[in-house]
């Protein structure tokens, strides 16, 4: 673990755990050596790493991983909300996902995510669930692309830097 305090976000969260609409959440990154980095939001730690094959240490996931687990882990909620909401079996709900990397640029080219439902969800009520499954916080950020910007920190010269 990462010495470097957390980074705890105020403001008001949203039902899908991320800070209200207008609101900024503050993520923090730390480089730990070679390939390793700890990152802290709202006070947990998450370890990224690259594969020994690659030159890392294989002491966390990599950063696409995490990204695929991120798409994989909003559906599961989103999905397990629906199931609540209505009153319907949860245990053995579960999200898998795969991808495949493109290049020029290097992106994940594609993402194929798997919904297994619980045992006792009606036929009526499985198109209802993955259409709210399939539109998850994280989903909607790659359907509907975020403006992203990269700045040096302080720099008083790009508006969107951070002090």
Wanted: some cysteine.
């Amino acid at each position: 673990m990462s010495s470097e305090p957390a980074i705890t976000a105020a403001g008001s969260a949203t039902a899908a755990g991320g800070p209200a609409p207008g609101k900024i959440q503050p993520v923090r990154v730390g480089h730990l050596g070679g390939d390793r980095f700890d990152i802290n939001i709202r006070g947990h730690v998450i370890r990224t790493d690259q594969p020994i094959g690659d030159g890392g240490e294989d002491t966390g996931p990599t950063p696409t991983e995490l990204f695929i687990a991120s798409l994989a882990g909003c559906v599961a909620f989103y999905a397990r909300r629906y199931l609540e909401r209505h009153a319907l079996p949860t245990e053995g709900l579960a999200v898998e996902a795969d991808f495949h990397m493109g290049s020029r640029p290097a992106r994940v080219a594609r993402i194929n995510v798997h919904l297994t439902i619980p045992d006792g969800v009606p036929a009526e009520r499985r198109q209802a669930l993955l259409a709210v499954a399939s539109h998850c916080t994280v989903h909607n950020s790659l359907t509907s692309v975020p403006e992203i910007s990269v700045a040096f920190a302080g720099d008083p010269e790009q508006p969107n830097s951070i002090p």
